[in-house]
Nanobody, 121 residues
Framework: VQLQASGGGLVQAGDSLRLSCAASGRTFSNYAVGWFRRAPGKEREFVAVIGSSGRTTYYADSVKGRFTISRDGAKVTVYLQMNSLKPEDTAVYYC???????????????WGQGTEVTVSS
């Protein structure tokens, strides 16, 4: 499974962005898809995950209530809607696919290239 993340950019605090993760090569309809991020000088951290059916989601406490993960009906694209962005959300965001619903990045074998999000104060 090849993943392509897009949608990052430079925004101000309080703004919104929507990230997309598209699959190529084959669909990831049978995979859970997670979003992770790496802020400058920090370790990669879990952000959100959605199950293969699209009915199950889970969020990091730091983004709960502000971010929403979803997948389209054809299950070829997963989105991360980010609202009320904060400077501490600044990071490179990666999408990844795995055979099971998980928050542990080491269990994700397929990764996109990352898209950069910068939130200015």
């Amino acid at each position: 499974v090849q993943l392509q993340a897009s949608g990052g950019g430079l925004v101000q605090a309080g703004d919104s962005l929507r990230l997309s993760c598209a699959a190529s090569g084959r669909t990831f309809s049978n995979y859970a898809v997670g979003w992770f991020r790496r802020a400058p000088g920090k370790e990669r951290e879990f952000v959100a995950v959605i199950g293969s059916s699209g009915r199950t989601t889970y969020y990091a406490d730091s983004v709960k209530g502000r971010f929403t993960i979803s997948r389209d009906g054809a299950k070829v694209t997963v989105y991360l809607q980010m609202n009320s962005l904060k400077p501490e959300d600044t990071a490179v965001y990666y999408c990844a696919a795995a055979g099971q619903f998980d928050t542990n990045s080491s269990r994700y074998p397929y990764w996109g290239q990352g898209t950069e999000v910068t939130v200015s104060s």
